[in-house]
C-alpha cells in the first residue's frame, strides 16, 4: 500500500471499547497504522473505569489524548472495525469491516474489563499482523 491505512474502531457511544481500541492502537500498532475511534453518538467523558485501567495497565491516559467523537468528525478511513454494539452498528464507508463482538464492561467488575482489555489488545495485535502483511485490504474500486 502506498499510504499507512487509517483504521476507525466505531460504537455506538464512543465511550468505553472503542476508545481502548483507539489507545491500543496507538501504542501498540501506530508503526502499522492510524487509529481514530467515534461513535453515532457521543458520552461527555470517556468511561472512567476504560480511563483508570488504561492507566494502570499501560500507563495511557485516554483523557488526556482522547475524546468522545462523531462519525462525521472523522477522515476517511481503509478498515471499520465494530465492536460488537447488539443494536444497529455504525456504518461508514471502507475497503475492509470487521465486527470484533466484544462485551460492553461498563458497570461491570474490573475481572470484567481486564479480559475486555486483553480480547482488544490480542485483536488489535492481530489486525496489525494483517495490516504488516499487506494483503488485508482489497484494492480500491
Sequence with gaps: MDHKPKVAFV???????????????????????????????????????????MKEIYGIDMEQTQRSKLLSELPPVDVVVTMGCNVQCPALPCRRREDWGLEDPTGQSDEVFRAVIARIEARVLALKADLQAGTQIPAAL
Design 11 to 53: 460504537c455506538v457511544h464512543n465511550s468505553c471499547r472503542s476508545q481502548i481500541a483507539e489507545a491500543l492502537g496507538r501504542h501498540l500498532a501506530a508503526d502499522v497504522f492510524d487509529s481514530y475511534s467515534a461513535g453515532t453518538e457521543t458520552k461527555p467523558r470517556i468511561n472512567p473505569d476504560a480511563v483508570r485501567l
